[in-house]
């Protein structure tokens, strides 16, 4: 069984448009977040959410948007793509903020 | 501002001997550390993790050192073993506050030669 799901894994798209990952974790845990991998393979943080509200929210342009349904999905809608945004999105969760988290696969998002 | 660094980016060492992979961090509201190992194509998996409490933690092959005073956090492979090939990242978390989480590193690519 898959603990932290993303799809899709990859994701290639024209400059302008409007995408969304999802997340799925089935750990039961209460804190899930969002990171982008650029291309100097740095990992940031993006956003945190527990028990569906954000608690994190790092400088991150707001065409990104995330949405928590419940608890067990966060999902990422990327509004205008832009060619920076081009990267690998890594969604992950923790049974509380801060503590151990479980990654998922990883979206690769190319934009064009 | 890169609150926690990995100031090596690969290490290459030979199956059977120490790998020791560095991190320093400067926040001193970091109190909880951990290192997560990530191979190609998939996400970072925890490792090990230790305490402020703690200046080392051991699981089997892995040790974690911790330098509070010196903010500064090492991981020791021994044996090292070519599945271990992979990228390590350092991470730091103050769990006091809430709403923490954690801050990592940029990974170190760790190469083990058959």
Redesign the interface.
């Known amino acids: 069984d898959t603990a ?1 799901s993303q799809t899709p894994k990859y994701l290639v798209t024209q400059m302008g448009n409007d995408k969304s990952i999802k997340c799925e974790q089935n750990l039961g845990h209460d804190t899930m ?1 969002w ?1 982008k991998q650029d291309s ?6 993006m956003f ?1 959410y ?1 028990n569906k509200e954000l ?2 929210n790092e400088t991150v342009p707001n065409r990104f948007s995330p949405k928590s349904p419940d608890k067990a999905h966060l999902n990422l809608h990327i509004n205008s793509l832009e060619l920076g945004d081009s990267a690998v999105y ?1 969604c ?1 969760s923790s049974l ?11 979206t690769r998002l190319l934009v064009l | 501002d890169q609150q926690v660094k990995q100031n090596s980016p690969s290490l290459s060492v030979q199956e059977g001997r120490i790998s020791i992979l560095n991190c320093d961090y400067t926040n001193s509201m970091f109190d909880y550390f951990l290192w997560y190992k990530k191979y190609p194509a998939e996400g970072p998996t925890f490792l090990i993790s230790i305490s402020s409490i703690k200046d080392k933690n051991e699981d089997g092959r892995f040790t974690v050192f911790l330098n509070k005073s010196a903010k500064h956090l090492s991981l020791h492979i021994v044996p090292s073993q070519p599945g271990d090939s992979a990228v390590y990242f350092c991470a730091a978390s103050a769990t006091r506050v809430h709403a923490g989480k954690s801050t990592f590193g940029d990974g170190t690519t760790l190469t083990v030669k058959p």
């Open positions: 932290v977040y990171y100097k393979k740095f990992l940031k943080i945190s527990n608690i994190i890594f992950a509380k903020g801060g503590e151990t988290q479980y990654f998922g696969p990883g």
